[in-house]
């Protein structure tokens, strides 16, 4: 706890010159949030800060995903880790060849996940999906169409994956 109060004292002073987000790894319980949430309230209130930065965690396990409506009202922002919800969803890791076949990003079950997790937020939280999904061309379409709009990749990836979206059928892609 003593390192987690460090890192955001040094956030939460960061956040007086630059816009700074802070992003919760591997939530899984709403005491997760909360624990993180208070400490950093405390470490703001402690340096007498006028505002404490938006607080934000990461969608990379079922139970998160399927709590989400539980995680929500607890965050001001979350991002999609699909690089991991895909591992813990299909019991498969990426690295393990003898189960890699079963890691599948695009799978019926990931996806349902992440639309679950994009309609829960209502429009009313920002939702952004990073990891291989994000910038895989063959599914940019079909993401969209789950409602998502913000994506994070990889910097060479992005002029790619922006001409994707703009060559995107508005009917076909923004259909949710």
Do not use: W
């Amino acid at each position: 706890m003593d390192l987690l109060k460090t890192q955001l004292e040094v956030l939460a002073k960061l956040s007086l010159t630059m816009k700074v987000t802070i992003l919760i790894p591997m939530v899984t319980l709403k005491e997760d949030i909360l624990v993180v949430r208070r400490m950093l309230q405390d470490v703001v209130a402690e340096k007498g800060y006028r505002q404490v930065p938006p607080l934000g965690f990461m969608v990379e396990t079922p139970a998160a995903a399927l709590c989400i409506d539980q995680l929500l009202p607890l965050t001001d922002f979350i991002s999609i880790g699909s690089n991991d919800l895909t591992q813990y969803t299909m019991a498969a890791g990426r690295e393990n060849m003898s189960v890699s076949n079963y890691y599948i990003e695009h799978h019926p079950a990931v996806l349902s996940l992440i639309r679950q997790v994009v309609a829960a937020s209502h429009s009313q939280i920002p939702v952004s999906l990073c990891g291989e999904l994000a910038a895989n061309k063959q599914h940019i379409t079909s993401l969209l169409q789950l409602g998502l709009r913000s994506f994070s990749v990889a910097p060479p990836m992005i002029p790619e994956v922006k001409s994707i979206i703009r060559l995107c059928r508005i009917k076909e892609a923004f259909q949710a």
